[in-house]
Structure formats: structure tokens, C-alpha cells
């Protein structure tokens, strides 16, 4: 079924003009126009807070206590059994659905459903660009203990580690990350991973509250491996003090630059000889660790973790 005749089968007798992207106060009649920037996630919209505050404002001056939002627009505008699910007025399904919550949304495991699919769900393939050999996506950020954090809509942060970490360790045996609800904090240890008997704790870029765990990461630590951009991403984060913390990032070209310094730093620890071979720009080591152990797990871990190795 395609947006053009949604509304048009029989159970839906309202004909219902579906553009995307169209904030659910301007479904609600209450502004003329506004897209949504969010993701449909109100309850972290900054523009659904203001509007709530302005509408409480208007009605305060109108000495009323009676609350009008876009729920009570929509509440007016469609009257009894057939009033939409507000997401498919938005246009973010595309199946015919009713509201049977009265557009009380915090009600509906429907909509709890598709918050949480849009929490997790990864669409997009990132970008490459290439530093020393190893894959920098754009759009990221890069915490200097080679674990990475991407904002996602709603506010929240998606973390987790970068080409550089998994070449350099190989794959790991076992993946210990966060619990749901579990408060993490920059700079400090957040999630830890182990190989061979050989454990390493990875500080985490961001402050905040985890939200949401890639399970098939966390049961299948390989992904991390194969993929850590995108499948084998870590965990979700609602973050504290965003702005302060994306400071103590590197972002853009500064990734590159660190990066390359970081690969050159890797070689030098086999000497000078690779050290010059870092900078001709070939293809970096794969599973660094199980070709040199020698150099030891410690030293790679306190070198470019810079977190307590276990």
C-alpha cells in the first residue's frame, strides 16, 4: 500500500493527506507548518517542550486551567472510532491503523514499539575515509581510548569501537557491556572485553544512562569485529552534558590527523623500520596482538586504551 490511498479502503472512511516528515503539531492544526526533526520522539523534542510551555502560557492568560496540545487538537479534529494513529498522519507507517488510546501515546505499546525500533535500528552505512589505513567514518566521534560515539535522533548516542581497536586486539572471546539503566561517565571504564585470558576495559566517550544493548554484539563479539560501525555497534546512551563532553572528542579532520598518529605510533613499537612502513600508507595489521604478542597485551592496552588493564 502506498501513502496516495491511505485512508481510501473501506474501514477508513476519512481521506487522510499524509506528507512526511510533518510535525504532529502541524497535523494537529495548531501551526501552519513545521517538519519534524526528531524522529517523532516528542517527549526529546525541544520544539514540542516550548510549544507545551507556550500553550500553557496562552491558557493561563485566558485564566483557564484546561490544557490544549496537539493531542487535544487531534482529539477535535477526528471524532470517534476512526480517528488515525498519529504515526501514520505523520507518515511514518504506511498501514492503515486507529487510535484506540485517544492519542494518549504514553499508553500505547505500539508506540513503544516503534521508539524502540528507531532506537536501535541502524539504516544508514557510513562513510569511510581512510587514516593510516584504518576506516574513520564521518559523522562520528572519536574518544582517544579508540571507542567512538554517534549521535542519533532523539538525543541519543550510539557507541562503539573503532577500526583501529579491532585490528589492533583481533577478535574477541568475550564482550562485557553495560546494563540497561547502568550510569556511565566519560573517561572512565565502561564496558570491558577479553581474549586469550587477557582482559582490557575501554573508557566510554559520553556521560549518561545506557538505554538500549546490541544483544547479537554482545553474544557474538566477532560482529565488533567484521563490522564496528555499524552491526557491531555497542550500546545506547541517553547522554548528560552532551555538548560539554563532544568537546573532549576528536571530530572531522582532527580524527584523521590523530589517527595517522596513532598508526605511526603502533609501528614504532616493532621500530624504526615499520615505523617507516606506517607511513607509506599500506594496508594496516590485522589482529595486531596474535602477530606480535611480544610486545604484550598490557603495553598495547595502556598505550592506546589508556585505561587500567586487567
Not at 539503566?181 to 559520553?206: C, N
Request: with cysteine; proline share 4%.
Amino acid at each position: 500500500m502506498t501513502k496516495s490511498n491511505i485512508g481510501t479502503q473501506k474501514n477508513h472512511p476519512k481521506v487522510f493527506k499524509v506528507v512526511d516528515n510533518e510535525c504532529i503539531w502541524m497535523k494537529a492544526g495548531i501551526v501552519n507548518f513545521r517538519l519534524c526533526d526528531n524522529a517523532y520522539d516528542c517527549n526529546h523534542c525541544a520544539f514540542d517542550k516550548a510549544m507545551q510551555r507556550a500553550m500553557k502560557s496562552k491558557h493561563r492568560i485566558k485564566e483557564t486551567s484546561r490544557r490544549t496540545d496537539w493531542s487535544e487538537a487531534l482529539r477535535k479534529r477526528y471524532t470517534g472510532s476512526s480517528r488515525p494513529c498519529r504515526h501514520l498522519l505523520t507518515g511514518r507507517i504506511d498501514a492503515p491503523k486507529i487510535c484506540t488510546y485517544n492519542y494518549e501515546c504514553y499508553h500505547c505499546a505500539y508506540d513503544q514499539m516503534l521508539d524502540d525500533q528507531d532506537l536501535t535500528l541502524i539504516t544508514d552505512a557510513p562513510h569511510y575515509k581512510l587514516a593510516a589505513g584504518y576506516k574513520v567514518a564521518d559523522g562520528y566521534y572519536y574518544h582517544t581510548g579508540h571507542s567512538w560515539a554517534r549521535l542519533e535522533h532523539g538525543g541519543y548516542v550510539r557507541v562503539g569501537f573503532d577500526d583501529f581497536l579491532v585490528r589492533l586486539f583481533g577478535r574477541f572471546q568475550k564482550l562485557v557491556l553495560p546494563p540497561l539503566g547502568a550510569k556511565l561517565k566519560q573517561d572512565q571504564v565502561g564496558w570491558v572485553f577479553s581474549r586469550d585470558g587477557h582482559k582490557a576495559g575501554v573508557l566510554s566517550p559520553v556521560t549518561g544512562k545506557v538505554l538500549a544493548v546490541n544483544h547479537n554484539t554482545r553474544e557474538h563479539p566477532e560482529i565488533a569485529h567484521e563490522d564496528p560501525y555499524k552491526e557491531g555497534w555497542l550500546f545506547i546512551v541517553e547522554p548528560s552534558a552532551l555538548k560539554k563532553v563532544l568537546r573532549q572528542l576528536y571530530f572531522g579532520k582532527e580524527c584523521i590527523q590523530w589517527m595517522e598518529m596513532e598508526g605511526q605510533k603502533l609501528m614504532g613499537l616493532l621500530g624504526s623500520e615499520y615505523e617507516k612502513l606506517a607511513a607509506t600508507g599500506g594496508e594496516p595489521i590485522d589482529d595486531f596482538y596474535g602477530h606480535f604478542p611480544g610486545i604484550g597485551w598490557e603495553s598495547l592496552a595502556k598505550t592506546f586504551l589508556r585505561a587500567e588493564v586487567h
